[in-house]
């Protein structure tokens, strides 16, 4: 029985090393990480990249090495002068990210913090250069294609260090008080300029709308001219006799206005008009 025992304990203590053993000997690879490994004995940091998940190493011989693999964003601010020598602050966001292939040699160039040694630098370079390609008006209205451009000469310098460019924009761009007001001021006068323009423009459609109507009324006097040679006065007499009409209905809803019919011995019909007093 104590033989029993023994042989217990030492398969138990045999279990337990072993576990402690093997537990020391896993590590864990986070979501959107990598993992590489500096071996002692072996040259150093292996290119090999560990996927997500667990994974051995040889304790003290071994050392794994995690890195974040995620886009990260950071927000570079910068004052440059334009091609016109404007001065001008820009702040640009740029996400960024390691080549999940080449994590070996950005360890063993940069470190774990290679977008804190590399971004800054390299992004006040780009924007400097390529701000001074354009004026300032330029930087406003062009303001796309001076992104554009922003992020196609980065990617190019960042390739070289194995770093991926995933977006740029340029979040702020503002210039001095000075500029800012002489851009103020000249949007000012060309809104009065149109409306001078405008104002302008509708002068010219009234005057000649009032040619027209001139000329219609010339032509249709011309014509009633000719119709009377024509016809006799009939015409004109008939236009009296509407005028006639048009005014008698609108004097007849007219409170104030009295209608007096003449008597039998053919005198004058009279309308008066009576004023409340």
Known sequence: MAQLLRSLR?????SGLAGLVGYNCLFTVDPGHRAIKFKRFQGGVHPKVYDEGTHLFIPVVESPILMDVRTRPRSVKTQTASKDLQNVNLTLRVLSKPEVGSLAQIYQTLGLDYDERVLPSMVNEVLKGTVAQYNADQLLTQRDKVSMEIRQNLKSR???????LDDVSIT?????KDF??????????????ERAKFIVMKAEQERQANVIQAEGDSEAAE???NAVKKHGPGLVMMRKIETAQDISKTLSHSRNVTYLPSGKDGGSNLLLNLKNQ
Not at 158 to 164: Q, R
Not at 172 to 176: A, C, D, K, Q, T
Not at 180 to 193: F, H, P, R, W, Y
Request: charged share 20%; glycine share 6%; net charge neutral.
């Open 10 to 14: 030492t398969v138990g203590f045999a």
């Open 158 to 164: 960042l390739d070289n260090f194995n770093i991926k």
């Open 172 to 176: 702020h761009l503002n210039f001095s």
């Open 180 to 193: 800012s007001k002489a851009i103020e001021d000249k949007q000012v006068a060309s809104q009065q300029a």
């Open 223 to 225: 014509l009633i001219g």
